[in-house]
């Protein structure tokens, strides 16, 4: 990802843990935060003031400097931007974050740019990175701290979209609130996402005039989230020509016109000994950015099952996201005696019966479609061209 001549990249933790980030700031105004105590309530009150002289903070004053991927941050992961310095990397420009796993929230650890790249546009484009963290994780907010007296860092996350959350008067010292540098939580959250209803929705078959804004969704929806880019755009592509593809079953979601969701069905089948059961696999299952959140994977997922079921099938095999299909009446496979064609089973491989025993009467191998699998490098990168696609970056939720 490119900021005028810089390049924000992935900074590795094997080659970056422990580095000191030189976190300098000086300040001529803080928010002078005050508690009044009464019997029964709380007064708090935060009113922007001026120091009498600038005051300056940096990382020497403390025993605890700000440093990336801390021990206490475990799943920590971090980019910035690096230049070479007599044959050393040299760093500019860093946010680093970690999941705050039993809240489901996503914390800004550390973000810093140095003095001389401020105001281009650095910081805002960090912080873009975090924004596309939490929607790619489905985690329901961005918390980070600042200080009361840090004014120009809260000018700026306001500027992001975050709010006050709170704050903790003895954080750093027993004398913060003397001393005017309080911590500051503050957090940014997500569009809420207002349910849609069938009514809401046209489900229905793709049109031919259609296939380049279907392909459109499924990039938007994968990009960056298992892999930097995604091929699942080829896929989609490729499947119409595919003699597994089931258009009689697949549908796309519309709204307005504009089409926000897909699912594509194939045939398939399990083996079991020198039988064979013909069944469906679906993907991909997917939904514009915008939309996800919203319901209409489910309202896919309601409508072609009972397509499918019409049609005589008795069993969908998948793999898909374990958080996810469980909330749909999916199973893992080994409720059903079925593995993977070299005998395995994991979370993510999973089933669901259109009819009593539709498939646990059967069990067997699952025998997943080549066109999964034919989905070459080379021709996914000629065939993303042809899309206004966002920069690749690297996520912890990324699979490689």
Wanted: one cysteine or more; aromatic letters at 12%; proline letters at 4%.
């Amino acid at each position: 990802m490119k900021i005028g001549e810089y390049e924000i990249v992935h900074l590795p933790k094997a080659q970056w843990e422990g580095t000191i980030i030189p976190m300098r700031y000086t300040t001529e105004e803080y928010f002078d935060v005050s508690i009044d105590n009464t019997a029964n309530n709380y007064g708090i009150k935060m009113n922007l003031c001026k120091f009498d002289t600038p005051v300056t903070h940096y990382p020497e004053e403390y025993d605890f400097p700000d440093r990336l991927y801390q021990a206490h941050w475990e799943k920590a992961f971090a980019w910035g931007i690096v230049q070479d310095r007599d044959g050393k990397p040299e760093l500019l420009a860093c946010i680093e974050t970690c999941p705050e796993e039993w809240s489901n929230r996503l914390m800004v650890t550390e973000l810093w740019v140095h003095e001389n790249l401020r105001r281009q546009g650095i910081g805002h484009a960090l912080m873009a990175i975090a924004k596309e963290q939490v929607i790619l994780e489905h985690r329901r907010a961005i918390i980070l701290e600042t200080q009361s007296c840090n004014v120009g860092a809260i000018r700026f996350y306001r500027r992001e979209g975050f709010e006050l959350i709170g704050f903790d008067s003895c954080c750093y010292s027993n004398r913060d609130m003397e001393r005017k540098e309080v911590r500051l939580d503050l957090g940014y959250f997500p569009r809420k996402k207002q349910r849609v209803t069938r009514e809401d929705v046209t489900i229905r078959p793709e049109e031919k005039s259609e296939y380049h804004k279907t392909e459109e969704v499924a990039l938007r929806a994968f990009w960056n989230k298992y892999h930097l880019g995604c091929n699942e755009h080829l896929l989609v592509h490729k499947l119409r020509d595919s003699n597994v593809y089931l258009p009689q079953l697949s549908r796309v979601a519309v709204i307005d016109n504009e089409i926000v969701g897909v699912i594509c069905y194939t045939r398939t089948s399990l083996q079991n000994g020198d039988q064979t059961k013909e069944i469906l696999t679906f993907g991909p299952l997917c939904v514009a950015p915008e939309w996800q959140g919203c319901g209409i994977g489910g309202l896919l997922l309601e409508e072609t099952l009972e397509l499918a079921r019409e049609s005589g099938y008795e069993g969908v095999v998948i793999f898909g996201e374990p958080d996810y299909y469980p909330l749909h009446g999916f199973q893992t496979c080994d409720h059903f005696g079925i593995t993977t064609g070299d005998g395995k089973n994991f979370d993510a491989f999973m089933g669901i019966e259109i009819v009593e025993q539709g498939l646990s009467s059967f069990g067997g191998k699952f025998c997943e479609p080549d066109i999964f699998e034919d989905l070459p490098e080379e021709e996914n990168e000629e065939f993303t061209k042809q899309f206004d696609v966002p920069d690749k970056k690297q996520f912890p939720c990324q699979w490689d």
